[in-house]
């Protein structure tokens, strides 16, 4: 685009013309991306985007021209003015970025062995936790079976009360009768072994 087509719509955009404002956009949009490029330092290029610079600029540009009134007498001006609206935005984002990037520290192989491991049951543990499981619903009377479900489950007694509809006292008689019970049922089977 020419100067005389681009002072044309400079007038245009100065007006508040809306289509003037795109126009004016596509034309300067590819020169402010080479400028921010060129600020961009190689270790911050995928934090940054350079169209999302300049379209955050323009979107404060626009809102000057609506709101403020703003008025340029030449596309030279505009031009100087863009590029220091679109370098000062960088610059903005650049200090905002620059600390995170700073405070990021990739892994070493020994940072990562002193990550704690999740620890998994023992395949051992994991029998005797399912062994004593059926032993406690074989023990459990089919209608408190629920209330030992969401006992596994960590439910408090007041939860577990407020789902069956029972008193909290009432859970807590019914899960201590059920420890008594596989207390003499391990207490026996010892005894069993010796006969």
Known sequence: M?????????????????????????QFEPYLRKVVRRLLPLHLRSKFDSADIVQSTWSDVLKGFRDAGWQFASVNQLRVFLVKATRNRFIDRFRQ???????????????LDRIPQHSQPEPGAVLQADDLWQRLQDLCPPEHRPILDLKRQGATMEEIAERTGLHPGSVRRILRNLA????????????AGHE
């Open 97 to 111: 970025q620059n600390e995170i990037a700073r405070r990021q520290q990739s892994l070493s192989d020994k940072a």
């Open 180 to 191: 008594s019970q596989m207390a003499a049922d391990n207490h026996k089977a010892p005894e």
């Open 2 to 26: 020419n100067k005389s087509s681009l002072e044309a719509l400079l007038d245009k955009l100065c007006s508040g013309d809306t289509v003037a404002a795109e126009k004016v956009f596509l």
